[in-house]
T-cell receptor, first 113, second 113 residues
């Protein structure tokens, strides 16, 4: 199946700093999604992107659907301690049945107070 | 937002026994549910697509006779790990589709001793 390359794998940042992470694929996606997962919990949707070039914000989070449809980034501004967690990108391929998603390997974010 | 629950949240079983994990959509009906497996510090790997009233669709490399999926109603899918072995120890997460979005359950931590 499709592979997603997500980077960086992990980040250590100071509270208040901005964060950026991205995902790339070798093929196009129709939908890009960004999730956050806390330890021992299921992923929670942060932002969904449905059109190439789309830029969407959710509070301090901003994500963009790359115009080539092969990449997406997530920015977090002014990070706070509760931003700690693992962030996953996920994509839905054209023609994928039943909304099947492919996940990136995750970016583990640590925020130093 | 939509709520998906899983039961149990944690289970420890002996090698050779079978374990059933339930996934419920609490406030909506889901014709399609997904089962994922997640190893520590790894991404979510789709195991199978569970369709209400029909057989599940398994991803390549997932043994359908070992991981039995039953989607008996529009709000319940079950995953049974048969003859469990220590290598089946993992975090199992389900999701349910509502309109265009997947909503994830909180996960079930399975430990096989």
């Amino acid at each position: 199946g499709q592979q997603l390359n997500q980077s960086p794998q992990s980040m250590f940042i100071q509270e208040g700093e901005d964060v950026s992470m991205n995902c790339t694929s070798s093929s196009i996606f129709n939908t890009w999604l960004w999730y956050k997962q806390d330890p021992g919990e299921g992923p929670v949707l942060l932002i969904a992107l449905y059109k190439a070039g789309e830029l969407t914000s959710n509070g301090r989070l901003t994500a963009q659907f790359g115009i080539t449809r092969k990449d997406s980034f997530l920015n977090i501004s002014a990070s706070i301690p509760s931003d700690v967690g693992i962030y996953f990108c996920a994509g839905q391929e054209p023609g994928a049945g039943s909304y099947q998603l492919t996940f990136g390997k995750g970016t583990k974010l640590s925020v130093i107070p | 937002g939509a709520v998906v629950s899983q039961h149990p949240s944690r289970v420890i079983c002996k090698s050779g026994t079978s374990v059933k994990i339930e996934c419920r959509s609490l406030d909506f009906q889901a014709t399609t549910m997904f089962w994922y497996r997640q190893f520590p510090k790894k991404s979510l790997m789709l195991m199978a697509t569970s369709n209400e009233g029909s057989k599940a669709t398994y991803e390549q490399g997932v043994e359908k006779d070992k991981f039995l999926i039953n989607h008996a109603s529009l709000t319940l899918s079950t995953l049974t790990v048969t003859s469990a072995h220590p290598e089946d120890s993992s975090f199992y997460i389900c999701s349910a589709t509502r309109e265009d979005e997947q909503y994830f359950g909180p996960g079930t931590r399975l430990t096989v001793t």
